[in-house]
Structure formats: C-alpha cells, structure tokens
C-alpha cells in the first residue's frame, strides 16, 4: 500500500479536487471481477448496476457477475456503493476513500487500487453512484476478452451546477429524433447520463411543428410517456418544453379548450419535475396575459405533478421595453407555482443584466442553442459563406472548443443549463457541455477522449479526440486558404483504411468521417468554381466590339463547367453512402427527398452541388445582356457587370461579410466575452425575400424573387437595438461625398443612418424593399477625414444590418 499511500499525498498537495488525472501507471485487468453492491435499496440503485454490466458486455463480450458477498482479498473486484453503506467496507478501504477530499450531492469518489485489483464507486447518493459508474466506463478500456483500467485512477469529483441535461424532442422537426424508437432513447438517454446529465427535456404533441412523421414508431402521446419513464427508471429529472399554441388565451372558451390538452399530455407522463413555457417563439403573449394564463396552466400541472414547477423565459421577437417591465414585474412576485427564468435565444437581454433585475432567490436556468450553425443564439464567428450554403443551419457540428468558451463565459450567472438541440447533429456538443456544466475547468480533449473511449473504442481514444477537433478548425477562418482541410481528411481517412467492420458502420465515427469528406469536396469546388468564374470574368473583360455575344456564350461555357465537369465525384457518392447509412442506423434525416428531412432542418447533403461561385447572378445578368439588340448597350452592361463593386478613383468599396472590411466595423467587446453578440456585431446570411420571415437555405435570390449578387448573402448586423458602427478614416477632407449602402439580410428592419458628429444620413425607414441606396454625405461629418457611421433601430426591430458600402468621391 505504499506506492497508493505515496499517490494519495501527491494529489492532494497538487489539489486533484476536481476531475480525473490523467495516468500512465500500468493498468489492471478486470476482465475476471465480480462486482459487489452494497446498495440494497432498489430506490438508491435504480439502474446503475445494470448500467455497468450491460455497457461492459457490449464492448467486452464479459458479462461480470454480481456476487453476494464480499470476494475474498485478491479476487479482481468492482465495488459500488453509496457513502451510506461505507461502514461495511473493509478497513483498508475506507481509509484509502478517507484520503479523498469529500463530495457532494450528485458526486461520487472512484479509486482505483492496484495491489488490490479493486475498482471502488462510492456515490454521495442515487445519482451519484449513477455518474461514478459513469466515469468508471468512461475510464475503462474494454474489447473482446478485455477490461483494463489505469492503475493510478483517483479522483473525487461533484457537479459545480444542480441542472445539467439537454432537450430530446419527439416532433417533426428534430433531424432525428422522431426516428428514435423507445430502445433507442432509453439508450441515449443513458449515454448523456453517463457523462453527468441529470435532466432531460421532453416536448408535448402539439408545438409549431406537424402533429406527425412518416418516421415516428410510436404516437408522440404515447413517445413522451415512455421517455418520462425511462428518466424515472435513471432517476433523472423531466423537464418539459411547451410553448402557448393557442390563438386566445383570454376567452373562458379558449383557456378550457387548452387547459383540457394540458390535462391529456400531464396525466400520460409519469414524472414530470418541471414545465418550461416560452415567453415566444412561439406563442408570444403579453405579460399580463402570460402569468394569469400559467396560473391556470400550474393548477392542471400540479393535480398530475404536485412538485413541478413553471419557468419562463423572456423570449420575444420583437421586444419593448413595457414587455420587459411587465415580464420582470411578474417573475420578482415569485408566484408558489413558479420556478425561476430561462436565458435562451431571442432574449434581448443578456444574462447578466437578468441577473441584476430578478430577485437573488430567483435561479436562472440556461437554455444553450447547440445545435444550430447561424441564425442562431451562437452562430459560428465569423464563417465562411461556402459553409453557410453547404452545411446550412443544421449540419453535423461538433464545435468542442466554441461550446466550452461560450458555457464558460456565461456559466456563473445561472444554475446550469439545458440544451436546445434538433437531434443528433449536434451530438459531440451535449457531452462537452455536460462536462462544462459538471465542471468548467474540464479541458475538452478530455470529454473527447472519453467520447471516443466509451463510443468507438479504446483503440481510438485519441485518434477520433483529435480528428473531432480537427473539424471545428476546418471552419475557421477563410475556406480558400484553410489548410487544415486537407489535414483533416487525410487524418479521417487514415482511421477509415485501418478501422473494422464495426467502427465502420458506427454513426459516431460515420458523423465525422461524412464530415471530413463533406468538408473536403466543399473546398475542392470552392476552388474550381473560383476559378472558373475568373475566367469567365477574363473573357469578358477582353470582349471587343463586335464579339459581346461571342464572348457571353464562351463566358456561359466556362461557368457551366462547374456542374457539367464537375470535380471529386466520388467524394459526392461517399457523403451519400454514409448519409443512407446514417438513416438505417439512427434515423439521421441528411436529406429531404430519400431521408425525409425538413428543409433547413438537417439535409445539409441536399446542398452538396450549390454553386460557390457568383454563376447564378452572372448567368442571369448575362441572358439579359444578351436580349439587348445594340451592341453598344450590351458593351456597357457588360462593363457595369464587371465594375459592379468599383467606388471609382478615390472611392472605397467594402463588403462586410468580408474578413478585409471586418476591421472597420467597430466592437468593444470580444466574441469570448459575448458569444451570443448581445452586445457586439456578428455575421448574418441570407439575402431576404420581401414578404418572408425566414428561408431554409442561403441562396443567391432575394427582394421579389431576382437574382442577386453572391454578396448580398452576407452580412454584419447587430441584434435588437444595439447600434452598428462601421467606421472610416484617411478620407479627404476638402472632398464631397456620395454614400451608396446595399441592405440585404432576413431582417428587413426599420433603420434610421446618422454619423459620429451628429449628422443623420436618412431618418428611419424600411429596409427590405430594395437592396441599394445613395445618400449624399455632409460636409461637416468629413472634416477631418475620419467618419464613423451608426445604424440604430425602431423598438421592436430585430435588428441593424448593413452589406456593402461604397463611399464615392465625387
């Protein structure tokens, strides 16, 4: 006992307080342990017990048998308890436990000791043994015949947050979640309860979605009982998202037609610990309306589920400042039926300031979009425009380091979180945030080893660890020079050369090697596409007079290539392959025809073949041209097309979807301090339709329906009422100016245009309409060469948002 009584000192001098160090001690064999419980009460035990022997068996082909009593010393042993039953344990166990600091509810302590080949799992309580025997798998290296641990595993460890867990819904919508059938999510649920999930959000039948699927194995009814019994069997809360989908909620009529729903979805679930209403998206009400309308909803909740209690969340799209002062003037009551706030998307306010305007009793709990790429609570900083068409809204995006940055920055406002995900695309990003929300000192290549550990096998433990990261770096920065592509791919397909059958046909390993194709084959025809529209553009600018049509249909030709000699195809048919695979094995919905997707819900592969290059604006702009009958007037379009951009001698040109206009646009606060840009400008896409809210894809069209430049689908823009500054300097002073502004973008917003001096540009006025103004700018705002311009919004407004601008000197 030496060497563990010399380990045990060493850890506490270093503060091992918090989660697992990682070893290279030699590891023991626990293919021949028994396992001893001295947990007797099935309440306390629940699963737990099961849990390890089943997850061991999978891997291992061992089914470790449970003893009755304690193996005599030297047996190999697997030993779980919780703290209550400590005092049955031999000597030299408990003092081995009594060297580790000590924990609290929902921790557990897992030691490893090697000259006694015993794995101990000590639970503070229920849970706790649950999430011990959570870690131990994770820490487990099992194959066939084998069950190895590393000898020097010590740690103690309780969960910094009390709400830890992510929202599983059964609708429509979800790219994969009405395709699960009850053993599916009785298995997932587990997987997220092993790496420290507590609870489980589930949904009602009826939100903004259709009532059914071609998908769904089960009635959503009947779907949303058998979830809730799985958490009760786990010991894991239940948490339900339901928003306010009626058309009144004032009439006597109404409130009882929807109060009999609440009564049929509340008495089919056995457990349900909390009810979660949005204050919007959807069924945005006035606050009055709101409260007296849950006080309702709390009395049908609390006949089913006496303990349950309401939150809410100040989600609203186009919020005021009476809607806030009313909302908070209800939360601070702290009716008995309600439970606290929910900060998630579409609340305008940041988490901090919620913090200042409710009550300190009052908790708040995180609702994280994890899931979603752009228009989004945290979209991706900064991505590429490529990326936005292809992988859209809601591709495979395991964003490890962005998701731990942005739990990080927010964390210590709120009592832990729930995640908004639509299925499992985003799956990579549940266990990072679980570990962030057990403990945000986690370093994420830890979640991640443990991911590819427990998932894919030991043999892959740091392979697919780094090939995950590898993915989100394939999204930084710019697609054309991003080298790591290439890097990535090669790593991928390395581990699919050497893997088996059964790594193979895994849909962890098969979500990131589709990714790493997908990636691969996007910048491959980023690449030629780029280049075939400059020679298109070479042959243009070379046209003679007399040769305008000539030159049009050589010009056609080349950009026709993209799709008629297309590149890398059988990159194409490996990302198709593995998404038919992925939708036999987990119901992934990666398209709309053959998987039954959702547009813009998941079918990233249906954008595969979108062109990356401005052919569909050229070739439009070009079957006009060529309608024109004078050659003279087909010469000048064809030079307004080439010269779209140019401000002329002395002019500037940006475009602020651009990375090298980024710098005039003006931000005190870093994305690391403002992932959700509350307070900071972000990137938008989408070029805005009139007379649409929202588009499922980032395509070159817009307005009424025309054809737009590539440009247009990018923008900057600031959320709510939160200025956008875009500043310029080194102008001349003694010149005059003309400003011409493209607005384009989803938000088509009432903005009003002044300048740092006071001047105004144009007073508010409706964007959305059409793309391009001018405006003359005054004098006085250039006198000493150095003007910033500010957009400000109407209350209510989603938003400022500004694409190109050409200052031309006049």
């Not at 030691?111 to 006694?116: E, F, P, R």
């Not at 009882?256 to 009810?275: G, M, N, S, T, Y």
């Not at 009551?333 to 988490?351: I, N």
């Not at 547009?599 to 702009?621: A, C, E």
Request: aromatic share 10%.
């Amino acid at each position: 006992m030496r060497k563990f009584s010399v380990l045990l000192l060493f850890l506490l001098i270093h503060g091992f307080d918090l989660l697992a160090m990682r070893t290279y001690a030699n590891p023991i064999d626990l293919a021949r342990a028994q396992i001893y419980c001295l947990v007797k009460d099935k309440k306390v035990l629940l699963r737990s017990l099961e849990i390890l022997q089943q997850e061991v068996e999978k891997r291992s082909q061992i089914r470790l048998p449970v003893a009755k009593k304690m193996p005599a010393s030297g047996q190999p042993l697997i030993c779980l308890t919780t703290e209550n039953e400590l005092a049955t344990l031999p000597e030299s166990f408990q003092k081995a436990l009594d060297g580790l600091p000590a924990i609290a509810h929902e921790g557990y302590k897992l030691l490893i000791l090697s000259d006694a080949k015993t794995a101990l799992v000590v639970g503070k309580d229920a849970r706790g043994l649950l999430y011990g025997v959570g870690r131990l798998l994770r820490k487990l290296e099992m194959t066939p015949g084998k069950i190895l641990i590393s000898g020097a595993t010590a740690m103690a460890t309780s969960p910094r947050y009390p709400i830890r867990g992510h929202q599983l819904g059964y609708r429509p919508k979800t790219n994969a979640y009405d395709a699960f059938s009850v053993v599916q999510f009785d298995q997932y649920i587990r997987d997220l309860a092993l790496f420290g999930a507590n609870s489980i959000e589930i949904m009602p039948p009826r939100t903004d979605d259709d009532f059914t699927s071609r998908h769904m194995k089960l009635p959503a009814i009947k779907m949303i009982g058998e979830q809730s019994r799985i958490c009760r069997e786990y010991g894991l809360d239940v948490w339900m998202w339901y928003p306010n989908m009626g058309l009144d909620y004032v009439h006597p009529d109404s409130i009882q037609q929807e109060l009999k729903e609440r009564h049929a979805v509340f008495a089919a679930i056995p457990k349900l610990d909390a009810l979660f209403v949005p204050g919007g998206d959807p069924g945005e009400l006035e606050p009055d309306v709101l409260f007296a309308w849950l006080e309702k909803e709390a009395a049908v909740l609390n006949k089913y589920h006496p303990k349950a209690k309401i939150w809410v969340s100040p989600q609203v799209f186009r919020p005021t400042q009476a809607w806030f002062d009313a909302f908070y003037k209800h939360v601070n009551r702290e009716y008995p039926w309600f439970g606290g706030v929910v900060f998630g998307p579409w609340v305008k306010m940041s988490v901090q300031e919620i913090r200042k305007v409710v009550k300190p009793s009052i908790p708040i709990r995180h609702y994280p979009d994890i899931t979603h790429n752009y228009s989004s609570q945290y979209p991706v900083p900064h991505w590429d425009l490529a990326w936005a068409m292809t992988c859209g809204r809601e591709s495979i995006n395991p964003r490890p380091h962005d998701e731990k940055a942005i739990h990080n920055a927010l964390d210590e406002f709120g009592a832990g979180s729930i995640s908004y995900s639509e299925g499992t695309n985003d799956d990579v990003n549940k266990f990072v945030w679980s570990d962030q929300d057990w403990d945000p000192e986690t370093p994420v290549i830890e979640t991640l080893r443990d991911y590819a550990r427990l998932f894919i096998g030991p043999d892959y433990c740091e392979t697919v660890a780094q090939g995950l990261l590898s993915l989100e770096e394939n999204w930084r920065g710019n697609l054309l020079t991003n080298q790591a592509i290439s890097q990535t791919l090669t790593h991928w397909q390395s581990l699919e050369k050497q893997a088996p059958l059964n790594v193979l046909q895994n849909p962890r390993f098969q979500m990131g090697l589709i990714r790493a194709y997908y990636d691969a084959y996007t910048k491959r025809r980023l690449l030629y596409e780029t280049e075939l529209e400059q020679q298109a553009r070479d042959v243009l600018i070379s046209t003679k007079t007399g040769g305008s049509l000539q030159a049009i249909i050589q010009a056609r030709a080349i950009l026709e290539k993209a799709w008629k000699a297309p590149v890398l195809a059988e990159y194409r048919t490996k990302c198709f392959a593995l998404a038919d695979s992925l939708f036999s094995s987990i119901g992934a919905q990666l398209t709309v025809e053959k998987h039954g997707a959702m547009s813009g819900r998941g079918n990233f592969v249906d954008n595969i073949d979108i062109p990356l290059n401005d052919s569909p604006w050229l070739l439009d702009q070009l079957t006009q041209i060529e309608r024109l009958t004078e050659e003279n007037d087909r010469l000048l379009k064809i030079n307004e097309l080439l010269h779209r951009t140019d401000p002329g001698p002395g002019g500037f040109y940006d475009h602020f979807g651009a990375p090298e206009s980024w710098h005039r646009v003006v931000s005190h606060t870093s994305w690391e301090v403002d992932p959700g840009s509350l307070k900071s400008p972000r990137i938008g896409f989408g070029v805005g339709l009139v007379g649409v809210e929202w588009v499922d894809e980032i395509k070159a069209t817009g307005f009424k329906g025309q054809i737009t430049p590539r440009a247009w689908m990018k923008q900057v823009k600031t959320l709510y009422d939160q200025p956008l500054k875009i500043a310029y300097d080194e102008l001349d002073p003694t010149a005059a100016y003309k400003l011409r502004i493209s607005y384009t973008g989803r938000f088509r917003s009432r903005m009003k245009l002044t300048t740092d001096d006071g001047s105004l540009i144009h007073d508010f006025m409706q964007t959305g309409e059409q793309p391009t103004y001018e405006f003359e700018v005054p004098q006085a705002a250039l006198s000493d060469g150095n003007v910033t311009f500010i957009w400000t919004c109407g209350e209510g407004e989603l938003g400022s948002q500004v694409t190109e601008i050409w200052l031309i000197r006049k």
